[in-house]
Each structure stands twice: as structure tokens, then as C-alpha cells.
């Protein structure tokens, strides 16, 4: 199972991928959006290869993101691994959740586990948060 690690530093995210990097972007007052930030971490490493966004701070003046390309690649992995698993079950469908690891709002859960169906996460929250 993909563990969701709660990242804050670069440090924290180091000991788990040592290849993390951390952007610090100064911008005029309430003018970055969390957006604009993902998006920019997601570049982060270059290579033309998407990065996983392991934190993301706006702030009023300067935000923050944190990102790796190995968190990606074994995140990638993960997927590719719960679908062999899952292959021939049927999802059970929940619309009034979605997992915030992988980002499906398709609601799919494991019938058995009530893990997610994409990433065999346990991350779920209510759509009206």
C-alpha cells in the first residue's frame, strides 16, 4: 500500500526521497495561488518528467513547494500494482468521497477493503469539505 506521508520540510521529505526538492517563490501580496504552486512543483526537478507535489504553503509573500520525482515514479508504481491486484473485481462506488492521495473523485473503493481502487489508499474525504 502507498503510504501518504504528512511532509511539512524539506528534511522530512529527504529521508523518504532523497532526490526532494524545495522552491521558494517571492510574489507581490495574495497574488500565488495553490495552483500556480503544484503546478511549479511539478516542474520542479526538470527532465521533462512530472514530479509528485509533497507540499504546498501560500503564503501572503513568499510560498513554498516541495516536490520528488522518485515520490512520482513509486507513486506510478503503486498504481500500475493495485490494478493487477484489483483486475476482475468489481468497485464499489461512494460519490460522496474522493481520495485525496490519487486525486480520483470516481468514489471507486475495494468492495472488500474500502481502500481506494486506483491507489489502495485509505485517504478518503467527503466531496463537501
Not at 532526490?19 to 503544484?38: E, G
Request: aromatic residues 8%; charged residues 25%; hydrophobic residues 30%.
Amino acid at each position: 500500500m502507498y503510504k501518504r506521508l504528512t511532509i511539512k520540510t524539506l528534511s522530512q521529505a529527504q529521508k523518504a526521497w532523497p532526490d526532494a526538492l524545495q522552491a521558494k517563490c517571492s510574489h507581490d501580496p495574495y497574488r500565488m495561488t495553490w495552483q500556480q504552486m503544484t503546478g511549479i512543483g511539478e516542474k520542479l526537478t526538470g527532465r521533462g518528467t512530472p514530479s509528485k507535489v509533497l507540499f504546498v504553503k501560500v503564503g501572503k509573500g513568499v510560498s513554498t513547494v516541495i516536490s520528488s520525482r522518485q515520490a512520482q515514479i513509486d507513486f506510478e508504481r503503486q498504481i500500475t500494482s493495485t490494478k493487477a491486484k484489483n483486475s476482475g473485481l468489481t468497485p464499489y462506488i461512494n460519490k460522496e468521497y474522493y481520495c485525496e492521495t490519487c486525486g480520483s473523485r470516481s468514489g471507486e473503493c475495494h468492495p472488500d477493503t474500502g481502500m481506494c481502487f486506483i491507489c489502495d489508499a485509505d485517504d478518503w474525504r467527503p466531496v463537501n469539505e
